[in-house]
């Protein structure tokens, strides 16, 4: 039995030191296939980082690229303004030189204009300083003949409101006067129609400046006698001159 049980004992031993060698190469076992599913995973996880990093550096390449087209276009698009404000500026500054010198040749012939007026005007007033006192008579008088029939007209229109003129012959009370009285009368006092003119121009407004003013070309405006006598003798004198050249 001891025989037996000795050979029980080690029979348990050699399969104790079986299992623990079957044990032993279990965990070897599982320990080589934990580290080779460590580095499986470490593999893996290097494959995504390095995938991870190509895609990085896509976007990174994508994003640079973009950056750098961006770049470009605002550079491109910059020049071309700079290049469309140079031109207006320089279009700009053309038109303001040419309005500049425009004006300026405007001034100048404006200046000259007036140059060449006042020269004028001197001219004249020296003109008109040299004529004499006869022909400056002479110039006033022709000024007024131009000025004189309006003035006249305006003068008599207080006549329009005349209805009539009567005269009356009171010769008869005188009948103790001499003829010569009478006919120093009639002379003086004129016929019908001149003592109907000269009663009618007393209603004429400023008659004594009228007067003055007819005076200055040597009529007399007080009567229709005085006022025909300069035009009788004008005519007397030119048919007198024209008798004159035929004789000769």
Known sequence: EREVRIKEIEQQQVTEIANQTKSIAIAAKSEQQSQAEARANDALADAVRAQQNVETTRQTAEADRAKQVALIAAA????????ELTVRAKAEKEAAELQAAAIIELAEATRKKGLA????????????????????????????????????????????????IKIIQVDGLN??????????????????????????????????????????????????????????????????????????
């Open 175 to 248: 009948r103790g006067a001499t003829a010569g009285d009478v006919a120093a009368g009639g002379a003086n006092g004129g016929n019908l129609a001149e003592q109907a003119l000269s009663a009618a121009l007393t209603y004429r407004t400023q008659a004594p400046l009228i007067d003055s003013l007819l005076n200055e070309i040597g009529i007399a405006g007080g009567s229709l006698k005085a006022l025909t006598t300069p035009l009788v003798s004008s005519a007397t004198d030119e048919i007198n001159r024209e008798a004159t050249v035929k004789e000769q």
């Open 117 to 164: 007026e006042a020269e004028a005007q001197r001219a004249l007033n020296d003109a008109i300083n040299v004529l004499s006192d006869e022909q400056t008579s002479l110039k006033f008088k022709l000024a007024l003949l131009q000025s004189l029939p309006a003035v006249i007209e305006k003068s008599v229109e207080p006549m329009k409101s005349i209805d009539g």
């Open 76 to 83: 491109q698009d910059a020049e071309t303004k700079a290049v």
